[in-house]
């Protein structure tokens, strides 16, 4: 093995000492001083690493290995650093640093590759403080609006562009941070897989074929202010009750489908109470599915279940779509080159889907596209307990840097 496998799991532990919780977790929202100072870690590895380090308007940071010639496109390998609240300390982190650890050893063995070698770690990937996901990775495909950042705000009522400019960044400027097609030769990216595909066949390192496209709705119910007791049943306007049964509709829409699964992840129930019927509340949907066509027919038949049901109850409803990503497919080119890397690393050569979005998805509007999965313990994420085994990482940060050196 070419890598060094002591020197990336060290780095790995370090960063996720990075916001580390009391539970055992690591909480690293975006424009944070967990997330500066990771980023200060991770400028620490890229100047070890005699990387040209510089960040963006939207703050995704890069660091950047020359190639022999200067106007070849690059190949850009990254992820993210930011966390769910009490996340686990392998998501996205994992591959920011076998990026960094694929030029390391690249230094290390006296190599320079044709085209030039970036590493990324792109801005809020999670979207937990802003409820809108893949910002950084989403500026630099030029999808991010100015409009978006300050519209978006955090549980304490500010906005995307209020925290930049806390921050020293400039978010009329994110259009600086687009980057273009004829730039970018390829994007790859290692994470831990998040699912039991790979545990459950014994294989350490799987190659991702694709990625599910996602649609988040927040759908909104108005109804009326009731007293538990005195409001007869027929009479009132719960919009909770009407929320349970599109909740109840959404699941049984996904049991009948083989790729669909749908999540009521965020409720926001509003001036209600044991004793009191609340007039107001708040869901965001996560959908998912493989297939944009089929993505697109569930979203409208929720919408027609929602406004048949708010009509027989007599609640007001709004739907807003917070954020919307079609499926991609990972380039067969990129895949051919794992497989051969796979085999020479006597890996058997395992594809598989992600569900999870990731900012692959994002990239693949502007490059070609490649994804390596680490098997993921129990297949948890997101959990303080979310595990990854050092020999799992070393071997898929090994393929990967075999794959990079085969892009020649």
């Not at 694709?210 to 049943?233: Q, R």
């Not at 890397?341 to 693949?364: E, F, Q, R, T, W």
């Amino acid at each position: 093995m070419k890598i060094d496998s002591e020197r990336l799991w060290c780095n790995l532990m370090k960063l996720g000492k990075i916001g580390r919780t009391e539970q055992g977790g690591v909480t690293r929202l975006s424009f944070t001083k967990q997330e500066k100072d990771a980023k200060a870690y991770l400028m620490k590895l890229m100047n070890q690493t005699d990387l040209a380090i510089h960040e963006d308007a939207m703050g995704n940071l890069y660091g950047r290995k020359k190639g022999i010639y200067k106007n070849e496109p690059v190949v850009l390998i990254g992820s993210h650093i930011d966390t769910v609240i009490n996340g686990g300390i392998f998501d996205g982190a994992a591959g920011v640093l076998a990026g960094i650890e694929i030029v390391q050893t690249l230094k290390d063995q006296g190599i320079t590759t044709k085209y030039p070698i970036e590493i990324v770690a792109f801005t809020d990937e999670e979207g937990t403080r802003f409820s809108s996901g893949m910002l950084g990775s989403r500026a630099v495909v030029g999808d991010l609006t100015l409009q978006e950042l300050k519209q978006n705000s955090d549980h304490s009522g500010k906005t995307i562009a209020m925290v930049m400019k806390e921050n020293g960044y400039n978010e009329k400027l994110i259009k600086n941070a687009k980057r273009s097609a004829t730039e970018i030769k390829a994007y790859l990216e290692l994470h831990i897989e998040q699912g039991k595909v790979l545990e459950n066949e014994d294989i350490p390192v799987g190659i991702v074929s694709g990625i599910a496209g996602l649609t988040w709705l927040k759908v909104s119910l108005k109804g009326e202010f009731g007293h538990a007791g005195t409001t007869p049943m027929t009479l009132r306007k719960d919009p909770l009750a009407a929320m349970a049964k599109i909740i109840t509709y959404c699941e049984g829409v996904a049991l009948q489908q083989h790729h669909t699964v749908i999540t009521a992840g965020n409720i926001l129930v509003n001036h209600g109470g044991i004793n009191v019927i609340a007039n107001d509340v708040n869901v965001i949907f996560d959908i998912r599915d493989i297939s944009g066509e089929n993505l697109q027919r569930i979203e409208k038949l929720i919408r027609m279940y929602i406004d048949k049901i708010c009509v027989e109850r007599n609640i007001q409803y709004d739907i807003e779509i917070l954020e919307h990503h079609e499926p991609s497919l990972c380039s067969p080119y990129i895949n051919h080159n794992l497989e051969i890397a796979c085999n020479k690393l006597n890996i058997k050569p395992k594809h598989l889907m992600s569900g999870a979005a990731h900012d692959a998805m994002v990239m693949s509007k502007i490059a070609d596209i490649g994804m390596i999965f680490v098997r993921t313990k129990a297949g948890v994420s997101h959990h303080p307990s979310e595990w990854a085994s050092k020999e799992d990482i070393a071997l898929g940060t090994e393929l990967l840097y075999n794959t990079i050196l085969q892009l020649e």
